[in-house]
């Protein structure tokens, strides 16, 4: 079951705080965030994990309801390399290998 | 070497050739996957390989056949394959398979097919 990402697009100035959500109508075991810039790969952020602590990447963190099956990626005091396409991915259980993506959101960064 | 990497960048085939595409790391990771992804889309898994062995196929046309050779290589082999299958063509790679691992993405081939 795909994930659901919210919002789908954000632009923001430099300096600005941006929340993005990631929620599931199944329950999680793990929740996964990564950034995609246009024409590159993505890049792993962080993992949540069922039970664990919110994590953080530089100004990003990033928190998991594990009752709501949601999550949520905090972008703090955003710098102009924030912009992408965030995806998270999620687990359904500790023994599955398939990662399923949310459909993204764009984010812009503007100086 | 944090890095994954894919061969070649980009690639243009007919409906009726047969090329594959080539992936590798040296991580040491055990567990390999392709995807596939369109515009705008969000990468969709096509197969996982777990310690060289097939572990997921997302139920992937025949015409997309995957190959691990050793565990520092995955190949992909793409035959009669339809213009819709045009997508850029992701590898990742993770220490073992399952949620706690965070997987690490090559830079893909952007692939057409004519």
């Known amino acids: 079951q795909q994930p659901v990402q919210s919002p789908q697009a954000v632009i923001l100035r430099e300096g600005e705080d941006a929340v993005i959500n990631c929620s599931s109508s199944?329950?999680?075991?793990?929740v996964h965030w990564y950034r995609q810039k246009h024409g590159e790969a993505p890049v792993f952020l962080m993992i949540?994990?069922?039970?664990?602590e919110q994590m953080r990447h530089e100004k990003i963190s990033a928190s998991f309801n594990e009752k709501k099956q949601q999550s949520s990626l905090y972008l703090t005091a955003s710098q102009l390399s924030y912009s992408g396409t965030y995806f998270c991915?999620?687990?359904?259980?500790?023994?599955?290998?398939?990662?399923?993506f949310g459909q993204g959101t764009t984010l812009q960064v503007k100086p | 070497d944090t890095e994954v990497t894919q061969t070649p960048k980009h690639l243009v085939m007919g409906m009726t050739n047969k090329k594959s595409l080539k992936c590798e790391q040296h991580?040491?990771?055990?567990?390999m996957y392709w995807y596939k992804q369109k515009a705008k889309k969000p990468p969709e898994l096509m197969f996982v390989?777990?310690?060289?062995?097939?572990?997921i196929n997302e139920s992937v046309p025949s015409r997309f056949s995957p190959e691990c050779p050793n565990s520092s290589l995955l190949n992909l082999h793409l035959h009669a394959l339809q213009p819709e299958d045009s997508a850029l063509y992701l590898c990742?790679?993770?220490?073992?398979?399952?949620?706690?691992?965070?997987?690490?993405f090559g830079p893909g081939t952007r692939l057409t097919v004519l």
């Open positions: 990742a790679s993770s220490q073992d398979i399952g949620p706690e691992n965070e997987q690490f």
């Open positions: 199944k329950a999680l075991y793990s």
């Open positions: 949540l994990l069922k039970g664990g």
């Open positions: 991915g999620t687990y359904g259980s500790s023994n599955t290998g398939k990662l399923i």
């Open positions: 991580m040491g990771h055990r567990a």
């Open positions: 390989y777990s310690y060289e062995k097939l572990s």
